[in-house]
C-alpha cells in the first residue's frame, strides 16, 4: 500500500511540472503583455528581466501555500487515502483544463481554476464521506467545507475584477491628464517624480507586504521590515528619485522605460508569489500528506486524519527555486504563451486594424450607452475643462509613430501605469493571503487603462468589449468546468481506485501531445497569414509585393478548384473537406489584406493617390475571387454530405473541360503578372470570352438535360451555381489582371517621378 501513495505522490509531482508548463503559458501574459506591448526593450532583455522576477518570486510563495492544504475544506475531518483522491483529481482537472485553454489562446485564470477544482473535488468526496456514514452521525458538509474562507476568495477574485478595471482607468486618466500623449516635455520635469512614486509604490507591495509569505526571511527580519515601513519608503522615493534625476540629466535615461523594466521584475515576482500555490500549491500538499502517513505506519490509510495540514507548515526553499526554475525555462522556450499575449496586445492596442472578435448585442448597447452618456458630459462640463481635456488626450504624435508598422501597441506611460498598479494589486493581495487571479488583475488593469486612453474609439469599441466579455465569459466557463470536471474526476477515483487514476494519467498525456499538433496546425496557418505581408509595405516594395500576393492568390484558387471539380466528380468527401480548409486558409489572407488597406495607403507618398487607389482595387478584386471559389466548393461539399446524387457524365465531362480551360487562362495571367508585361491583356480577354460562350452552352445543355428529367432539382442547383461562380470568377480574374496592369503602370510612373525630382 505504501508503493501505491508513493507513486501517486510521484504522479503528483509530475503533473506539477506539467501543470507548471501550461500554467506558466496561459500567465505569462500578466508580467509581458506592458514590455512587449510597449517595446521597451529587446525581447530577451524583457524575458531575462520577467525570468529573474519569477526566480525572486517563488520565494515570497511560502505563505500562500497554505490554501491548498486548508484554504478550501477542512482537512482534519478527511482522511489521507481521501486527501490523495481530491489532490490527484485536483491536478488532472488542472492540467486538461489549462491546455485547452493555452491551446486556444486565451488567457484564463489559474486562480479560479485551482479554487473551483478544490471545491469541486472536496464536495465529491464530502458527499461520499457523508452517504457512509453510520446512523447517528452529525458531520455536514459545513464542517468539511471551509465555505467562509472559500467563499472569500471566491469574492476576493470577482472584487478584484472591478477594482482592477477602475483603478487602471481612473489612474491611467490622471496620469494622462498630466503629462498628455506628448508626454516628453512633461517627463523632463516630473519624470523623476513619477518613477520615484511608481518604483517606491513597488518597493513597498512587494518587499514590506510580500516579505510576510517568504520562506528564507526570519521572523525578525519580517518584524524589523514591518517596524521601519515609513522609513524605508522615504528613504526609497529621495533615493529613486534623485537616481532618476541625475541619470536622466547624465545619460539621458528614459525613465518610462526604466519604470517599465523595473514593473515587468515586479509583476513577474508578485506573479510567482501569489500563483505558485495553483501550480504546486496541491502537489505539496501531497508530499506533507505523505510524510505523516509514513511517519504513522501502524494507521490504515483509511482511518489517518490530516489534521497536520490545518497547522502550519514552512514550504522549503528548495522546492521553490525548483518550480521557479521550471517557470522560467517554461517562459523561454513556450510558444503557447506569446498566442496568449498576442490576445490581450490585441485588445489594448492604441491603433485600429484587424480585430480578431467580432460584435455582439450587449457590446453594441454598451458603445451606444456610453456615446450617449459622452453627449450628456460634454454638455455639462464647461468649455475650459473640456478644451484641456482634448489637448492632453491629443493622438496626432502617436498616431505619426504608429504608421510604422514596428511602432509599439501603446505608449510607455500606459505601460508604467499598467504594470504600477497591476502588481501593487497582486501583491496587497498575496499580503492579505487571498489568492488574487493575475490574469484577472493585470487584464482588467490592461483594459481600463486602454479605455482611459481612448484606444477603444468608434472604430474598434464593439470588438474590443466583445473580446473583452469572451475572456470574462472564460473565466466563468473555468469556474463551472472545473468545479465540474474535478468533482465527477474525484468520484471517479473513489469507485475506480489505481486503474482509474493510471487511466485518466495516461489519458491527459494523450490530450496535451494532442492540443500540442493542434497548436502547431494553428501556428502555422498564423505564419501563413503573417507571412502575406512580411515586413513593411512602401512605395519601392508595394508593386513586388502585391505582385507576389496576386499569383499565389491565384494559384491557391487554381488548385481549390480543380481539387474541387476532381472531388465532386468522384464524390469524394474527404478532399471536399480538405478544399473547405484551404478555403478558410484563403480568406483569412484576403481578409487580412483589406483590413490592413488604411495602414498600406497611410504608407504611400502623399502623392500616390493613383497608385493607392489601384491597389485596393486590386485587393477587392482578390475578395470577389475568394468569395467566388468559396461559393464553388462549399456549396459542393454540402451536396455531397447530404448524400445527394453526384453529377453524371456528361456534367463531370462538361467541368473537366471547363477546368481544363480555366487552368490555362490562370497559368497565362499567372507568368503575365510574374513577367510584368501586359501586352497580351487583350489575348487573355479573348480566352475569357471563349470561356464565357462554352460556359452558355454548357447552361442550355443542362436545360435540356432537365427537360429530359435526366437530373434532380439539387443536381441542377448545384450544376447552376458552379456555371455562375465560374463565370464571376472569370470576369473578376481580368478585371484584377487590368487593375494589376495599371497599378504597376502608375506605379512606375511616380517611381520614375520621384526620381527625377530627387536628381533634380
Known sequence: MENVYLIMVIVLFILAVSDLVVGVSNDAVNFLNSAIGSKAAPFKIIMTIAALGILVGATFSSGMMEVARKGIFHPEHFYFSEIMIIFLAVMITDVILLDMFNTFGLPTSTTVSIVFELLGAAVGISIIKISNLPEGSTLSMGELINSGNALLIIAGILLSVVVAFSAGAIIQYLTRLIFSFDYKKNLKRFGAIWGGIAISAITYFILIKGAKGTSFMDSETKIMIQENTWLILGISFFSWTILLQVLAWLVNLNILKMIVLVGTFALAMAFAGNDLVNFIGVPLAGYESFKNFLANPDVDPDMLSMGVLAGKVKTPTFFLLIAGLIMVITLWFSKKSRNVVKTTLDLSRQDEGSERFGSSFLSRSLVRSSIN????????????????????????????????????????????????????????????????????????????????????????????????????????????????????????????????????????????????????????????????????????????????????????????????????????????????????????????????????????????????????????????????????????????????????????????????????????????????????????????????????????????????????????????????????????????????????????????????????
Open 373 to 760: 452618456f459622452g453627449k450628456i458630459f460634454k454638455f455639462i462640463v464647461p468649455n475650459s475643462f473640456k478644451k484641456f481635456v482634448e489637448k492632453q488626450f491629443d493622438q496626432s504624435i502617436l498616431k505619426k509613430e504608429q504608421n510604422n508598422k514596428n511602432a509599439p501597441s501603446f505608449d510607455l506611460l500606459r505601460a508604467s501605469v499598467t504594470l504600477v498598479v497591476a502588481s501593487m494589486l497582486i501583491a496587497f493581495g498575496t499580503s492579505l493571503k487571498l489568492p488574487l487571479s493575475t490574469t484577472y488583475v493585470t487584464f482588467m488593469v490592461a483594459m481600463g487603462t486602454s479605455l482611459s486612453d481612448k484606444a477603444w474609439g468608434r472604430e474598434s469599441a464593439v470588438y474590443r468589449i466583445t473580446g473583452v466579455l469572451s475572456v470574462i465569459g472564460g473565466w466563468f466557463f473555468t469556474a463551472f468546468s472545473a468545479f465540474t470536471l474535478a468533482f465527477l474526476m474525484a468520484l471517479l477515483f473513489y469507485w475506480g481506485g489505481i486503474f482509474a487514476i493510471f487511466g485518466m494519467v495516461i489519458f491527459v498525456l494523450i490530450i496535451v501531445i494532442h492540443s500540442y499538433t493542434i497548436h502547431k496546425k494553428r501556428e502555422k496557418k498564423n505564419n501563413e497569414v503573417s507571412d502575406v505581408i512580411e515586413d513593411e509595405v512602401n512605395q519601392k516594395n508595394i508593386l513586388l509585393k502585391c505582385s507576389n500576393i496576386v499569383i499565389k492568390t491565384l494559384k491557391t484558387v487554381n488548385n481549390i478548384l480543380i481539387n474541387t471539380i476532381s472531388a465532386l466528380s468522384r464524390e469524394d468527401l474527404k478532399l471536399l473537406r480538405n478544399s473547405s480548409k484551404d478555403i478558410k486558409t484563403l480568406n483569412v489572407k484576403v481578409k487580412y489584406l483589406k483590413d490592413n488597406i488604411y495602414k498600406t495607403v497611410i504608407d504611400l507618398q502623399e502623392d500616390s493617390i493613383e497608385t493607392g487607389h489601384y491597389y485596393v482595387q486590386v485587393l477587392d478584386y482578390l475578395r470577389e475571387i475568394a468569395h467566388d471559389i468559396t461559393f464553388i466548393t462549399i456549396p459542393s461539399l454540402e451536396h455531397i454530405d447530404n448524400n445527394h446524387k453526384g453529377l453524371i457524365p456528361s456534367q463531370i465531362d462538361e467541368l473537366n473541360n471547363i477546368l481544363s480551360e480555366i487552368s490555362k487562362f490562370f497559368i497565362i495571367i499567372e507568368r503575365t503578372i510574374a513577367e510584368n508585361n501586359y501586352s497580351d491583356v487583350d489575348k487573355n480577354i479573348e480566352i475569357q470570352h471563349k470561356v464565357l460562350f462554352t460556359l452558355d452552352i454548357y447552361r442550355k445543355n443542362q436545360i435540356k438535360r432537365i427537360k429530359r428529367e435526366e437530373v434532380g432539382t439539387k443536381n441542377s442547383l448545384l450544376y447552376f451555381n458552379i456555371i455562375t461562380e465560374i463565370k464571376n470568377l472569370l470576369l473578376h480574374t481580368i478585371n484584377l489582371l487590368k487593375s494589376q496592369r495599371d497599378f504597376v503602370n502608375y506605379n512606375s510612373s511616380e517611381n520614375n517621378l520621384t526620381l527625377n525630382e530627387n536628381a533634380k
